[in-house]
């Protein structure tokens, strides 16, 4: 089994920043992609960003690209999503996704077994 858990989010204004953590235990993930995933009230769950975790390919969304920053640490287990720019747009739920044996990652949120709670990002004035 494998464990996420998400940190880090909060309120903050139009145009600032935030970072994302999100803390992998359990079963080795050292070849698994991982992704950041999104859920505002009312919509269906969309794709953020995502990265192979050998080799560090990163893919994002057009929303995101350009202000967010998708990063892992191999040895902490440690994936993160560093979001500049902010927008009201952004607030939503965010979760962290690991795929069971791939390494290669994806934007569907069906191709991610494991899932972290989420984390509460709130943009506003």
């Known amino acids: 089994q494998v464990q996420l858990v998400e940190s880090g989010g909060g309120l903050v204004q139009p145009g600032g920043s935030l970072r994302l953590s999100c803390a992998a235990s359990?079963?080795?993930?050292?070849?698994?992609?991982m992704g950041w995933f999104r859920q505002a009230p009312g919509k269906e769950r969309e794709f953020v960003a995502a990265?192979?975790?050998?080799?560090?390919?990163?893919g994002y969304s057009d929303s995101v690209k350009g202000r967010f920053t998708i990063s892992r640490d191999n040895v902490e287990n440690t994936l993160y999503l560093q979001m500049n720019s902010l927008k009201p747009e952004d607030t939503a739920v965010y979760y962290c996704?690991?795929?069971?044996?791939?390494?290669?990652?994806?934007?569907?949120?069906?191709?991610?077994?494991?899932w972290g709670r989420g984390t509460q990002v709130t943009v506003s004035s």
């Open positions: 990265i192979n975790w050998i080799g560090g390919a990163t």
């Open positions: 996704a690991a795929r069971s044996n791939y390494r290669t990652y994806s934007n569907k949120p069906n191709d991610y077994d494991y």
């Open positions: 359990g079963r080795t993930l050292d070849t698994n992609a």
